[in-house]
């Protein structure tokens, strides 16, 4: 058995239904408490970027262009570094299946592995017990079941068992998921996708998802369009809907209810004194109109032809994907990028020189498409990107690949780190010696941030209960606590040396003017003899407050 360009599609389709029915599931295995852009999330939302182009494929396309039109719509909709690593393993997929009209089981395993090559090079210092070494270890078994046999059913299975016996090892590799009784989020995504294509591949049929199987249960005289409801796999043509007004003395309405489930699906029969609401999918909406009036007249009927709104939406969606402003001219030499959330955060950077804002950040990472968009808005022939998040770096690097002029990523993890770099450009030097000093200028400040604990859990010695007050030093979690003024004190004072000159403070939108005074004032009684202090209104969220010390 080969793998057709319809199989792949579907299976894929199945697989991004998979990890979007699972990501809260896939969500709660972050160790981490803090409030994150959470690995499900980021996943299902990437996966989910190619779902209108792939919906919109006519049953004879090719295993190249399926996998293609997948790889481009994750690559461009990337989000945080799981879903980064996800469309570098279809990008590797498409490339293996370049070409091909059909795919046996070797061409998959092969292409596999290409993708699973390329994730590991994008991560500079990559970790093992993550998703990178499940997808490894299971296209390692996929592979050497291929020397065995081309059947694509069994060089499935075994890359699923290998996946779930690599994911439960997990543990052993990473203390921090054994110490909290998980497996890693990013390999059970993983894993959720391949099953859902594994669904396919063994005639199982695919995975629907949990918003159209909810939605085909609810009552549908609801005004919705039932192309954007149902997917490619509608059993029946027509939603016929209905009113009938009564006769007197009419036969019971599960006498009508019997006949329509015996011509289609998805019935709804609502009685009442005077009126049957009616709903069903059917290839025959005659005869469901000619039953209804052998109780009574009809009234607001409605048929829609599900197959034909669904192409047409999915295609008009695809179009929309594919339909890009214009860039802007290149009119400077250098321009700016940078991610950040909250008003004055924002207004901070622009102050700073910054010509494109990306909202986003800690919980909200934005995708690859976002950044892309935000470098061709600006007019520079050279533009230097500020992710301000560990999160954010690697989906602001594949951007580079898809930009029509130079693109510098600067490793800026947070806020602070992003405006001392924009504070060290000087429009007098060159773009190589700016990207030098902007980078070694990162190391030149020491960040803190205050938030809570969105989950309970153990850091290193720390027992953290949800809703404790969190301080983070440098991307470490350093302090505990229910009061956050003194979270914000120890913070700032773990990161005050000997050199330390410049403190800037900035709070967020659930901290008040009143009370982001009144911890300023007690930072500069405590340090504030030879350190200048800076108080600034970010707005931003997750975030009570920012430290920059320099």
């Not at 994150?36 to 182009?53: C, F, K, R, V």
């Not at 596999?112 to 990559?126: D, H, I, N, R």
């Amino acid at each position: 058995m080969e793998i057709s360009g319809k199989l792949l599609r579907d299976g894929i389709i199945s697989g991004a239904h998979n990890i979007i029915n699972n990501k809260n599931r896939v969500d709660e295995l972050n160790v981490f408490p803090v409030p994150d852009g959470d690995t499900g999330t980021n996943m299902s939302m990437t996966i989910s970027n190619a779902l209108p182009e792939l919906e919109a494929m006519t049953d004879d396309v090719t295993v190249s262009a399926v996998a293609n039109a997948a790889a481009t719509g994750m690559l461009r909709g990337a989000r945080g570094n799981s879903g980064v690593i996800l469309s570098l393993l279809f990008r590797g997929i498409s490339k293996g299946l370049s070409g091909k009209s059909s795919a046996n089981g070797k061409d998959f395993a092969d292409a596999l592995a290409k993708g699973v090559s390329a994730a590991y090079k994008s991560v500079m210092k990559p970790t093992e017990g993550t998703v990178l070494t499940v997808s490894r270890e299971a296209s390692e078994a996929a592979i050497k079941k291929a020397e065995e046999t081309d059947d694509i059913v069994e060089i499935f299975t075994a890359l699923i068992e290998e996946g779930e016996a690599s994911l439960n090892r997990t543990p052993e590799l990473l203390p921090a998921l054994k110490k909290a009784g998980v497996v890693d989020s990013g390999a059970m995504g993983f894993l959720l996708i391949f099953k859902g294509i594994y669904s396919v591949v063994k005639g199982d049929g695919m995975i629907e998802s949990a918003e159209d199987l909810h939605a085909k249960r609810e009552v549908a005289f609801v005004s919705t369009n039932a192309a954007g409801t149902y997917e490619t796999d509608i059993k029946f043509t027509y939603c016929t809907e209905y009113i009938v007004n009564k006769n007197d003395g009419c036969d019971d309405a599960t006498k009508l209810r019997a006949y329509l489930e015996s011509i289609g699906d998805s019935v709804v029969v609502v009685d009442d004194d005077s009126i049957i609401k009616i709903h069903v999918h059917t290839d025959h909406p005659g005869l469901a109109f000619e039953k209804g009036l052998t109780f009574g007249y009809l009234t607001n009927m409605k048929i829609e032809n599900m197959k034909e709104q669904h192409k047409t939406q999915a295609k008009k969606a695809a179009n929309q994907l594919r339909s890009r402003p214009a860039p802007a001219k290149q009119e400077k030499e250098i321009g700016f990028v940078a991610v950040a959330s909250g008003a004055g955060v924002e207004a901070l950077f622009s102050d700073l020189g910054v010509d494109s804002i990306v909202r986003g950040g800690q919980t909200s990472n934005p995708s690859t498409e976002d950044i892309l968009d935000a470098i061709l808005a600006t007019p520079a022939k050279n533009v230097f990107v500020l992710p301000n998040n560990k999160n954010i770096i690697l989906a602001a690097e594949q951007a580079v690949k898809l930009a029509d002029r130079k693109v510098i990523v600067l490793q800026s993890r947070s806020v602070p780190q992003g405006i001392t770099a924009m504070l060290t450009y000087d429009p007098d030097l060159s773009v190589r010696e700016n990207s030098i000093n902007m980078t070694a200028a990162l190391d030149n400040v020491g960040t803190g941030l205050v938030t809570f604990a969105v989950r309970d859990s153990v850091v290193g010695d720390k027992k953290i209960k949800q809703g404790d007050i969190l301080g983070m030093e440098n991307g470490k979690l350093n302090v505990v606590d229910r009061d956050l003024t003194k979270v914000l004190y120890k913070v700032t004072k773990h990161l005050i040396n000997g050199g330390s000159s410049y403190i800037t403070v900035i709070y967020g939108a659930d901290v008040s003017d009143d009370d982001a005074q009144n911890a300023f004032a007690y930072l500069k009684s405590r340090f504030g003899d030879s350190i200048e202090f800076s108080l600034v209104n970010g707005g931003q969220p997750v975030y009570y407050y920012m430290v920059s010390v320099e």
